[in-house]
C-alpha cells in the first residue's frame, strides 16, 4: 500500500501578527444573553487559584458549564487570562453535557488565541472529544495544535481511536494515511493499529488490502493476536473464500491458546461465531461446539452462551437449541437468558411445540420463562387451539415467585380470546375467585371482549350488570365502549344509546373520544345519520373533542347512507374550520365523491387542498385515478398521475396495477373493433 502521509498542514508564514482575543474562548457578549453572575467584589482578580477552583465547580461539580462561561467572559472584561487549566475544565464540562461541536470549536479558538495546553493535557481533551464519534472535528483540533505546536504528537491511543472512528465511517483509505502519519511522528503501530486497519477494509470489502496489511504486519515483527485473525477471517468469509477462511480458523485456534488476554480471546471467540452464522456455515459452528478446538482459552460457558446469542441472532432456533443438548450432555447448562431467548424465538416464529416441548425440559434445571415469553408462547398454542398445553404453561408460569398472578391470568384470557372457546373464559374467571385471586377490571374487560369477538352479547350483559352491582371491580370507560359497539353490531342501538346517556353519566365514567367514535361508527352502519349526528352534537357540548377519526368516520357514513350534501356541508362547516384533518378525512370524502360518480369535483376538491398548502399522500392520487379507469377516463387517469408528479410524489405498485388493470379493458374492446389509444401513447402522454 503507497499511501500520502496524511495531509497535516504544515504552519504558515504571516509577516503580520494577529491576536485573537482570549474572550473568544468563551461566550460572545450579546443583549439576549443572561446578566453576568454575581461578581465577589473582594476576591482580585489576581487570585487565580480562586477562580480556577471556582470554575472547576461549577463545571464539574455543580454541572452548570453555562454559568461557567458566563464567568469566564465576565472575567476576561476585567483583565483575566485564562489558562489551560480553565480550558480543560470547560471542555470537559461541554463534552459531558453532549456539546460536542462547541467543545471543538471552543478548543480551536483557544489555540488560536495562544492558549495551549501542554501535551499530556491536549491528548487527554483529545480522548475526550473523540467521544463526539466525529472524527473530522477531532482531526480539525489535532491540525490546530500541530499548526500552533510541530512537535505535538498525538498519543498512540488517540491515533487508533480516530483509524477506528474512520474505518466505521468504511474511510479505511483516509485510515491508512493516518497509519502512516502515525509512523512518522515517531510512533510504533501495535496490534490494535493493524487490526482496527484490517478491520477497516474488510468492512468495505477489500479483503486483499486487509490481507496486505495483515502480510505487512508480520513483516514489522508485530505478532497478529487473535482478535486480528478473528477479523481477517469475517472479510475473506464474507467473500465466499471458505477453504481459506478454514486455514486462517486453523491459525486462530492456535494463538488463542497462547493468548495472554482473556479478554481478547473471548472477542476473537465471539467474532468468529458472529462471522459464521452470518455466512450461514452452521455445520462449522456446531463442529465447533463438539471439538471447541480453543481449548481453555475461552470459558465453556461463555463459548456456548455465544453459540446460542449467535444463532438465535440469525434465527436459527433449533440450532441453539442443538447446542444446549450438547452442554448438557457434558455437564453443563444454559443461562437462564440464553435459554429464555430460545423458546422465545420459537414461539415468536410458530413453533410453539418446540418452544413448549423446551419449556418442559428447562423446568427441570430451573428455568422459568419471563413474561414476555410466557405471552408469546401462550398466544402461540391457542392460536394452534392446542387448549391443553397452554393451561400447563400456565399453571407453570404460576408457580414462578414474584409474578403478579392476576397479570398472568390477564395474559392467559387474552390469548384465549384468540379462540372460539367462551367456555373457557367463564372458567378461568370462576376458577380465579375459587383461588382467591381477585379479577381486575382489566381482567374483566379482557372477558368482555373476548364475547364480543365471538359473537355473544348476554355474558358481557351479565358481566357488567355484577360489576355495576360491586360484585366485581367498578367499569371504566373501556368498559361500556366495548360493549356498546357489541350492541351495536347486533342492532341494538337503543341499549347503546341508554347506555351512553343514561348509565354511564350515573355511574360516573365519562365517554371518551373513542366511546363516540364507536357509537356514531354503529349508528351510520346501522342508517341512521341522524341519531349519529345527535351524539356528535352531544359530545362537543359536553367538551370531548373529535378527532381526525371522528370525522372520517362521519364523511364515510354521510358517503355510505348517500348523503354527499351532507359531508360536504359538515366539511365546510365543522372538518376546515377546526384544522383536524388528515389523509384518512381527505380519503373519505374522495371515496364518496368518486362513488357519487362526482370525480370532476373530487379532483377539484383535492387541488383546492394542494392550493391551500396540504399535501395529500398518494393514497388520495390513487383513489381517483382508479375512479377514472373505472369510467374508461384513460386521458384524465394520466393528468391527475401528472398532478401527483408535480407535487413532488412518485406512482407506486397500486397506481400502476390501476393503470395496468385499464389498459387491460381497453385490449379487451379493441379485439372486438373498438379503437383506442394504445397504452405506449398513454404514457407518452403521462411522460410528456
Same mark, same amino acid.
Given at each position: 500500500m503507497f499511501l500520502a502521509a496524511f495531509p497535516f498542514p504544515k504552519a504558515e508564514s504571516n509577516p503580520r501578527t494577529i491576536i485573537r482575543p482570549l474572550s473568544l474562548l468563551v461566550a460572545d457578549a450579546s443583549p439576549s444573553q443572561p446578566p453576568p453572575p454575581r461578581f465577589e467584589p473582594?476576591?482580585?482578580?489576581?487570585?487565580?487559584?480562586?477562580?480556577? @477552583?471556582?470554575?472547576?465547580?461549577?463545571?464539574?461539580?455543580?454541572?452548570?458549564? +453555562?454559568?461557567?462561561?458566563?464567568?469566564? #467572559? #465576565?472575567?476576561?472584561?476585567? /483583565?483575566? %487570562?485564562?489558562?489551560?487549566?480553565?480550558?480543560?475544565? &470547560?471542555?470537559?464540562?461541554?463534552?459531558?453535557?453532549?456539546?460536542?461541536?462547541?467543545?471543538?470549536?471552543?478548543?480551536?479558538?483557544?489555540?488560536?488565541?495562544?492558549? &495551549?495546553?501542554?501535551? %499530556?493535557?491536549?491528548?487527554?481533551?483529545?480522548?475526550?472529544?473523540?467521544?463526539?464519534?466525529?472524527?473530522?472535528?477531532?482531526?480539525?483540533?489535532i491540525r490546530s495544535l500541530i499548526t500552533g505546536n510541530p512537535y505535538f504528537v498525538p498519543s498512540l491511543v488517540n491515533y487508533n481511536r480516530l483509524i477506528d472512528q474512520l474505518c466505521s465511517f468504511s474511510r479505511p483509505i483516509e485510515a491508512h494515511r493516518l497509519f502512516f502519519d502515525l509512523k512518522c511522528r515517531g510512533h510504533c503501530p501495535n496490534a490494535v493499529s493493524y487490526t482496527t486497519l484490517i478491520n477497516g477494509y474488510c468492512k468495505i470489502g477489500d479483503v486483499g488490502s486487509a490481507q496486505e496489511v495483515f502480510d505487512e504486519m508480520s513483516d514489522c515483527g508485530i505478532l497478529p493476536n487473535s482478535l486480528t485473525f478473528s477479523v481477517l477471517v469475517r472479510g475473506i468469509l464474507r467473500k465466499r473464500d471458505v477453504e481459506h477462511g478454514k486455514e486462517l480458523m486453523g491459525k486462530l485456534w492456535q494463538t488463542m491458546v497462547n493468548e495472554v488476554e482473556p479478554s481478547v480471546s473471548n472477542a476473537a471467540f465471539a467474532n468468529i461465531i458472529d462471522s459464521l452464522c452470518h455466512e450461514g456455515l452452521f455445520h462449522e459452528v456446531f463442529t465447533i461446539a463438539e471439538d471447541m478446538p480453543q481449548g481453555k482459552s475461552v470459558p465453556d460457558e461463555f463459548a456456548y452462551g455465544q453459540m446460542i446469542d449467535s444463532l438465535c441472532k440469525v434465527g436459527r432456533h433449533n440450532g441453539a437449541a442443538r447446542i444446549v443438548y450438547i452442554m448438557k450432555n457434558r455437564g453443563f447448562l444454559p443461562s437462564s437468558v440464553s435459554y429464555n431467548s430460545i423458546v422465545h424465538g420459537l414461539s415468536k416464529e410458530g413453533s410453539c411445540m418446540r418452544a413448549y416441548q423446551l419449556l418442559e425440559e428447562g423446568i427441570e434445571f430451573g428455568y422459568w420463562p419471563s413474561e414476555y415469553t410466557y405471552n408469546v408462547l401462550i398466544e402461540g398454542l391457542c392460536r394452534e387451539a392446542d387448549l391443553f398445553k397452554a393451561r400447563k404453561v400456565l399453571k407453570i408460569m404460576? @408457580?414462578?415467585?414474584?409474578?403478579?398472578?392476576?397479570?398472568?391470568?390477564?395474559?392467559?384470557?387474552?390469548?384465549?380470546?384468540?379462540?372460539? !372457546?367462551?367456555?373457557?373464559?367463564?372458567?378461568?374467571?370462576?376458577? $380465579?375467585?375459587?383461588?382467591?385471586?381477585?379479577?381486575d377490571v382489566i381482567t374483566l374487560n379482557t372477558v368482555i371482549s373476548g364475547f364480543c369477538r365471538m359473537g355473544r352479547i348476554e355474558e358481557p350483559l351479565k358481566i357488567l350488570k355484577d360489576m355495576m352491582m360491586g360484585k366485581f371491580s367498578a367499569p371504566d370507560v373501556v368498559t361500556f365502549t366495548t360493549i356498546i359497539c357489541c350492541?351495536?353490531?347486533?342492532?341494538?342501538?337503543?341499549?347503546?344509546?341508554?347506555?351512553?346517556? @343514561?348509565? $354511564?353519566?350515573?355511574?360516573? &365514567?365519562?365517554?371518551?373520544?373513542?366511546?363516540? !367514535?364507536?357509537?356514531?361508527?354503529?349508528?351510520?352502519?346501522?342508517?341512521?345519520?341522524?341519531?349519529? $349526528?345527535?351524539?356528535?352534537?352531544?359530545? &362537543?357540548? /359536553?367538551?370531548?373533542? /373529535? !378527532?381526525?377519526?371522528?370525522?372520517?368516520?362521519?364523511? +364515510?357514513?354521510?358517503?355510505?347512507?348517500?348523503?354527499?350534501?351532507?359531508? @360536504? %356541508?359538515?366539511?365546510?362547516?365543522?372538518?376546515?374550520?377546526?384544522?383536524?384533518h388528515d389523509n384518512y378525512v381527505y380519503a373519505a370524502i374522495l371515496k364518496g365523491l368518486c362513488r357519487s360518480g362526482k370525480l370532476n369535483e373530487a379532483c377539484d376538491f383535492l387541488y383546492e387542498l394542494v392550493d391551500c398548502g396540504v399535501s395529500p399522500n398518494i393514497v388520495s392520487y390513487n383513489i381517483l385515478i382508479d375512479s377514472a379507469c373505472k369510467l374508461g377516463l384513460r386521458r384524465e387517469a394520466y393528468q391527475i398521475v401528472g398532478e401527483m408528479r408535480k407535487n413532488g410524489l412518485t406512482p407506486d405498485a397500486v397506481s400502476w396495477r390501476i393503470l395496468n388493470k385499464l389498459h387491460g379493458s381497453v385490449r379487451k374492446q379493441a379485439c372486438v373493433g373498438i379503437s383506442t389509444m394504445p397504452f405506449k401513447e398513454g404514457l407518452e402522454e403521462f411522460h410528456g
Open positions: 473582594e476576591v482580585s482578580i489576581a487570585n487565580r487559584t480562586y477562580w480556577t @477552583k471556582k470554575l472547576h465547580r461549577l463545571c464539574a461539580v455543580d454541572r452548570d458549564v +453555562d454559568e461557567a462561561l458566563r464567568l469566564l #467572559h #465576565h472575567l476576561c472584561f476585567l /483583565g483575566y %487570562r485564562p489558562d489551560s487549566l480553565n480550558l480543560s475544565s &470547560v471542555i470537559h464540562a461541554l463534552c459531558d453535557s453532549q456539546r460536542f461541536p462547541e467543545a471543538h470549536h471552543r478548543f480551536i479558538l483557544s489555540i488560536s488565541s495562544g492558549c &495551549v495546553p501542554d501535551e %499530556r493535557t491536549c491528548n487527554v481533551l483529545i480522548a475526550r472529544l473523540l467521544d463526539s464519534r466525529d472524527p473530522d472535528s477531532t482531526l480539525r483540533v404460576l @408457580k414462578k415467585e414474584g409474578v403478579d398472578n392476576t397479570r398472568i391470568y390477564n395474559i392467559y384470557l387474552r390469548a384465549l380470546c384468540l379462540m372460539d !372457546n367462551p367456555t373457557e373464559l367463564l372458567n378461568v374467571l370462576v376458577f $380465579m375467585l375459587q383461588t382467591g385471586c381477585q379479577p350492541l351495536l353490531n347486533f342492532g341494538r342501538a337503543e341499549e347503546a344509546l341508554d347506555l351512553l346517556h @343514561k348509565i $354511564m353519566p350515573e355511574k360516573g &365514567v365519562r365517554p371518551s373520544v373513542v366511546t363516540y !367514535n364507536t357509537i356514531i361508527r354503529g349508528l351510520f352502519k346501522l342508517h341512521r345519520a341522524s341519531q349519529a $349526528m345527535e351524539v356528535f352534537g352531544s359530545m &362537543v357540548s /359536553g367538551g370531548v373533542v /373529535g !378527532n381526525s377519526t371522528t370525522y372520517a368516520i362521519i364523511i +364515510d357514513g354521510f358517503c355510505e347512507n348517500d348523503q354527499i350534501e351532507g359531508a @360536504k %356541508r359538515f366539511w365546510d362547516d365543522v372538518i376546515w374550520p377546526s384544522k383536524i
